[in-house]
């Protein structure tokens, strides 16, 4: 919710999530897959690099409504 | 049984936006649309049709109400019917406040009808059944019998069943009701139907649609803000955000923070194992790796504060509410992107 209420203000707003399905279901639009409940961002920081800059190019690319977008392994 | 009809000045036939700021009139017996619905409508007759222009209805909102009140009770209605209203905002509204007041105030059973969207569904907050509509008057003839439907449930005195029996828009209450197959056997059937393509559900609700910001065009040059719902927050939680239903969000300082310590941040979510996030606060919020990238150039300026709050069991009221209080401080403060973790 607090995805969509931001995007609404206009503010490309990327959400790093383990349960994409429910943040599609809500209605946000730019959605990263993250690895596990207990750690979004990833446990070391090579992995937390990873996620964080895919989410960057996420917010830097025009998307469809609720696009899901995974992290590529290595 | 006595009914009273609201219109706008339009389908009152008084006129197009020229006529938009009618004061509240009263008309004899049914009028335009009225009449269409007069007729199906059995044992009740529209005895009198109140008008106001929409615009005089918006800009005079206290004294519309209080002289169609007036006008309302001087007919001894069993019922009041308002629109229907379709995707017409103004008209939407003014039907959604003339109908629950007349109802609130006078005791007068009442609905309305306009599409879903229209914001008097939001201003009614449920407390006048919403016959949805199309969002033009092209959906005047399926609207007509379905007022008349509902209009014949309220005048009958006996309570409404939910949303999908009696024809109107969901009201947010939930009612217990005994079902004759247990639960087990309900989900079974409503799994083959699935399965058969058709996918029903027994409990309403949806959520609107929000269409994607445009992109942050150059990263390198914008201000990028963290948000989190993992419940981080300092060491010791000196703010007391709830591990569960939070009522509010907080922001903190990054200001010389080059990356969320263990021991000086923490997690007070209370709806996952926050061992690992407390090991290493960074899991949540990723300050070490933004800070570091603010320093390469590829952002821009992470934003000097973030937000955080609890996601556990907040009720959508509430974290809307939190959302937008939130994104209105972030677009004061010039922030551009913003970087949201849950969990």
Not at chain 2, 95 to 108: D, H, K, M, T
Not at chain 2, 162 to 183: D, I, K, M, S, V
Request: net charge negative.
């Amino acid at each position: 919710m607090l995805a969509k209420e931001i995007e609404r203000a206009g503010l490309p707003t990327v959400f790093v999530t383990s349960l994409p399905t429910i943040a599609t279901m809500i209605g946000a639009n730019r959605i990263v897959r993250g690895p596990a409940i207990t750690h979004p961002f990833g446990v070391d920081e090579t992995e937390r690099r990873g996620i964080v800059e895919r989410a960057l190019e996420m917010l830097e690319t025009p998307v469809e409504p609720l696009t899901v977008w995974e992290v590529e392994a290595g | 049984m006595r009914a009273v009809h609201y219109l706008n000045q339009f389908f009152a036939g008084l006129g197009g936006e020229e006529a938009a700021e009618t004061p509240p009139t009263r008309l004899e017996g049914a009028v335009g649309p009225g009449r269409g619905l007069d007729g199906t409508l059995e044992g009740i007759e529209i005895v009198a049709t109140l008008a106001c222009g929409d615009d005089y209805f918006a800009e005079h909102e206290e004294e519309a109400l209080g002289r169609l009140l007036e006008l309302a009770g001087a007919e001894r209605p069993g019922l009041v019917v308002a629109g229907p209203a379709f995707g017409s905002g103004r008209y939407g509204y003014a039907c959604a406040r003339f109908s629950r007041l007349v109802s609130e105030r006078l005791g007068i059973p009442a609905l309305a009808a306009m599409h879903g969207e229209n914001p008097g569904v939001a201003v009614a907050e449920g407390k006048v059944p919403i016959v949805p509509t199309a969002v033009n008057v092209v959906g005047m003839r399926d609207a007509l019998p379905r007022m008349a439907q509902l209009a014949a449930a309220l005048a009958s005195g006996r309570e409404l069943g939910p949303p999908a029996e009696e024809g109107y828009l969901p009201r947010g209450f939930r009612r217990n009701r005994l079902a004759e197959q247990p639960g087990a056997e309900r989900a079974i059937d409503l799994l083959l139907a699935k399965l058969d393509g058709d996918a029903r559900s027994e409990v309403d609700g949806g959520f609107d649609r929000v269409p994607p910001p445009l992109p942050v065009p150059d990263l390198s040059r914008a201000r990028l803000a963290l948000v989190t719902e993992a419940g981080c927050v300092p060491q010791g939680n000196p703010d007391r955000l709830p591990a569960i239903r939070a009522q509010g969000w907080l922001r903190y300082s990054l200001a010389g923070e080059r990356s969320l310590a263990a021991g000086r941040y923490e997690s007070v979510h209370g709806g996952f194992d926050v061992t690992l996030a407390n090991e290493d606060p960074n899991r949540l919020v990723p300050l070490d790796t933004v800070r570091a990238l603010e320093e390469a150039g590829r952002v821009g300026r992470i934003h000097d504060v973030f937000y955080t709050t609890t996601g556990n069991g907040t009720p959508v009221a509430a974290s809307t509410r939190f959302g937008s209080e939130i994104a209105a401080e972030l677009r004061e403060a010039g922030v551009e992107a913003v970087l949201l973790s849950g969990t």
